[in-house]
T-cell receptor, first 112, second 114 residues
């Protein structure tokens, strides 16, 4: 059982608000990832980090930003939410190169 | 880039065996993962193959042929709770810093019927 947590699980918010999606893992994993998934669609990598103070953009362009100040914490921030940001956001982590990625429960975001 | 192909939907009967195929094209191949995802939930890890052959884990088995760019997930003694989307994901050494990048297929929606 993977120990990776995401909060909030569900969020409904108005356009223009700033939001931060939290992701924490207690496994000491160096690598962490953010994916975006629309209902019935595939997962798309939007951000990743291979350690503290490192962040990179993924395949899918996203207006969100991330930070990695602590190994266990990888928050994602949207400065000004828009309806097009409505989606499910999944955080994952892995111990190292080639290792299994374990997913958090996800945050379902609805921007009105 | 990477290209992953798997059937969109499959239907099978409770107690039966079903095989879900996945073909892929990639560079820097580092392994293939199968994940299970129930509707509205996060993917959960099922299996990992990096060498050719069959990996068995209870009712679930996964096979890999690197030369053919082909994998399958075999589910035996199907149960109703196995109704879910099954995601084939190819890992490649692409990320800087030594991370593995997972590229997911669109998933195969399996429906188990009585």
């Amino acid at each position: 059982e993977a120990d990776i947590y995401q909060t909030p699980r569900y969020l409904v918010i108005g356009t223009g608000k700033k939001i931060t999606l939290e992701c924490s893992q207690t496994m000491g994993h160096d690598k962490m990832y953010w994916y975006q998934q629309d209902p019935g669609m595939e997962l798309h990598l939007i951000h990743y980090s291979y350690g503290v103070n490192s962040t990179e953009k993924g395949d899918l362009s996203s207006e969100s930003t991330v930070s990695r100040i602590r190994t266990e914490h990888f928050p994602l921030t949207l400065e000004s939410a828009r309806p097009s940001h409505t989606s499910q956001y999944l955080c994952a982590s892995s111990r190292g190169q080639g290792e299994t990625q374990y997913f958090g429960p996800g945050t379902r975001l609805l921007v009105l | 880039g990477q290209n992953i192909d798997q059937p969109t939907e499959m239907t099978a009967t409770e107690g039966a065996i079903v095989q879900i195929n996945c073909t892929y094209q990639t560079s820097g191949f580092n392994g293939l993962f199968w994940y299970q995802q129930h509707a509205g939930e996060a993917p959960t890890f099922l299996s990992y193959n990096v060498l050719d052959g069959l990996e068995e884990k209870g009712r679930f088995s996964s096979f890999l042929s690197r030369s053919k760019g082909y994998s399958y997930l075999l589910l035996k003694e199907l149960q109703m709770k196995d109704s879910a989307s099954y995601l084939c994901a190819v890992s490649a050494y692409i990320l800087t810093g030594g991370g593995n990048k997972l590229t997911f297929g669109t998933g195969t929606q399996l429906k188990v019927e009585l």
